[in-house]
DNA sequence: CATCGCCTCCTACGTGAGTAGGAGCGGCGA
DNA sequence: TCGCCGCTCCTACTCACGTAGGAGGCGATG
């Protein structure tokens, strides 16, 4: 019997997976928590074969709770839930010692699969984030995780910070004095070195790695 | 003799306007400033006409700055030169004393009228910053400024948040259990609501506001 | 001198985002 | 009961964004 701990802050997605996997004659659900440390509490309290963990939670998020719950038993199997297929995460979580990352949209019975495989022990991520994975690797050899701001040139960071400050290209080519295909250069360069999809995580990367902070707007 | 000061910290944007205003004989660039307390200290030393002040400035932005001047000199015009069109500025500009409010990027021939116009003791605004300014007054009969986040509904909060974290519609729609045009319903709700142009300014909006302090990202 | 990095600009293309306008549904207050 | 509001979903359309791939100039470094 495989006994399944369930750790999502959203009860829908809770509710969903219990309602998935009691359909199993071999899975069952021993737990619930909402948030991190809960989840460790519950781990420890019910030994679960297999966690199914949410990276984004209150409390403690799900690659502590992670490293908190091996770090009482080595046994215990993480299974990484997330909706965001974002690169750091899967080195993160098999860095915390996650046995496996899907996504929580994958098809019913690939979670179930899932669930399976790393309760007999084995490693796995879904078939999107192999995908990920793989064209990581074959893209960038062997370099150390970018993200770093100060790979960016001059340029670069100057249309990073206008960028983040609301500014659409044609705004930024005007302030720079420069052509708006320029700045599409500039911009595609800056996603590729910062590991990002678009504009729109670039402004949310610019905020939360306080690039703004003393910084704010003019007109309060 | 219409006697200018150029405060701006760009001196791109500086040398720009010395060579439009150089080449009229009734104009005369008497000084520059870098900053916002240069500007208030050169205005203290050279008593021009007409000010040419940028917002967007180090020490002392060209709010305050306008502000000082004027405290000091009551025949002072000052002229705020900006490249967002940003609705608070203008009546923040106004309020602060300025007697006009032009876009960079206008045509220069447009630019010296509009230094004659507040020479001369009238107050202007470009025709850019005109429309928005009657286009707000029309759409918003007399109400106090929008741009407060509880006017939003729940879902859109939620939207929002979802938004701030750099979230394509495609994923907010399977996070929230809806469907991608609902998303853009949503969405077209919160940015006319909070009078955003689109969702980069919203993620701006919403990490200034700090909707996101003490939330930041799970995988630090 | 040659190469390399940076900045600039271009075309062409696919697609996600946002608008406009309409529709149906359930709850709730008048 | 009627109407309003919030939430959901839809089509059709436009356009900004981002990618791909190429090109030239310029300054520094080897």
Same mark, same amino acid.
């Given at each position: ?11 829908? *997605? ?15 659900? *021993? #737990? ?6 809960? #989840?460790?509490?519950? #781990?420890?309290?019910? &030994? ?7 990276? =984004?939670?209150?409390?403690?998020? &799900? ?10 038993? =080595?046994? #215990?199997?993480?299974? %990484? ?8 995460? *899967? ?42 994975? %793989?064209? $990581?690797?074959?893209? %960038?050899? $062997?370099?150390?995780?970018? $993200? ?6 001059? $340029?670069?960071?100057?249309?990073? =910070?206008?960028?983040?400050? &609301? ?22 360069? %800056? ?30």
């Amino acid at each position: 019997m495989i006994r399944v701990l369930v750790a999502d802050d959203q009860s829908m *997605v809770r509710a969903g997976f219990r309602m998935l996997l009691s359909g199993e004659p071999d899975i069952e659900v *021993v #737990a619930e928590a909402s948030n991190g440390l809960a #989840a460790v509490e519950k #781990a420890a309290r019910f &030994g679960p074969t297999v966690v199914l963990m949410d990276i =984004r939670m209150p409390d403690l998020d &799900g690659l502590e709770a992670t490293r908190r719950i091996l770090a009482a038993d =080595r046994t #215990a199997r993480i299974l %990484i839930l997330t909706t965001f297929d974002l690169d750091e995460y *899967v080195y993160e979580a098999l860095r915390a010692g996650a046995s496996g990352f899907v996504l929580k949209d994958d098809p019913p019975e690939q979670l179930l699969a899932a669930v399976r495989t790393v309760a007999g022990g084995d490693a796995l991520l879904s078939p999107a984030v192999t995908k990920r994975v %793989i064209e $990581r690797f074959t893209r %960038i050899p $062997r370099r150390a995780p970018p $993200r770093a701001l100060d790979e960016l040139t001059e $340029r670069e960071l100057e249309v990073f =910070r206008l960028i983040a400050r &609301g500014l659409s290209n044609a705004e930024i080519a005007r302030q720079l004095y420069i052509s708006d295909t320029t700045v599409k250069t500039h911009i595609t360069h %800056i996603l590729q070195k910062l590991q990002l999809r678009d504009r729109v995580q670039a402004v949310v990367l610019a905020h939360e790695s306080g690039l703004f902070d003393g910084d704010r707007r003019p007109a309060g």
